[in-house]
């Protein structure tokens, strides 16, 4: 029961947080490094300061990654993240994950920021 209550507690912090911070509900490809592997995942809603991303591998929170967002097809942002939660997806096969964004190469934050503004919305 008190599984049901932290998952309930936790979904209900992710909801309150959408309403602070702007996202783009967008859905666009990520590109990030498993055991030497580069994999293919995609970004459910991004925002400046991190998103949602489905990815195959279910990485722990606390774990870093770095990730290649294609928010277009001439625009790319690299940037490296945090996982703060994770849950499967609907599919069952793939894995949500709430991520924190670190570090972003220069000039990378204020792309995203345009981009997010763009599409976004709070």
Not at 28 to 42: D, F, I, M, S, T
Not at 49 to 62: D, Y
Request: hydrophobic letters at 40%.
């Amino acid at each position: 029961m008190s599984v049901v209550r932290s998952k309930d507690r936790r979904s209900t912090e992710r909801q309150a947080d959408r309403r602070v911070f702007a996202r783009a509900h967008k859905i666009v490809p990520v590109w990030y490094r498993h055991e030497g592997k580069e994999r293919r995942g995609c970004a459910l809603d991004l925002g400046t300061e991190g998103g949602c991303l489905i990815a195959e591998v279910a990485f722990e929170p606390e774990q870093e990654l770095e990730l290649l967002l294609q928010l277009e097809e001439e625009l790319e942002v690299r940037t490296t993240a945090r996982v703060l939660w994770k849950d499967p997806a609907p599919d069952q096969r793939t894995h949500m994950l709430g991520v924190l964004f670190k570090a972003f190469r220069s000039g990378d934050k204020a792309v995203l920021g345009s981009w997010v503004q763009r599409y976004g919305r709070v």
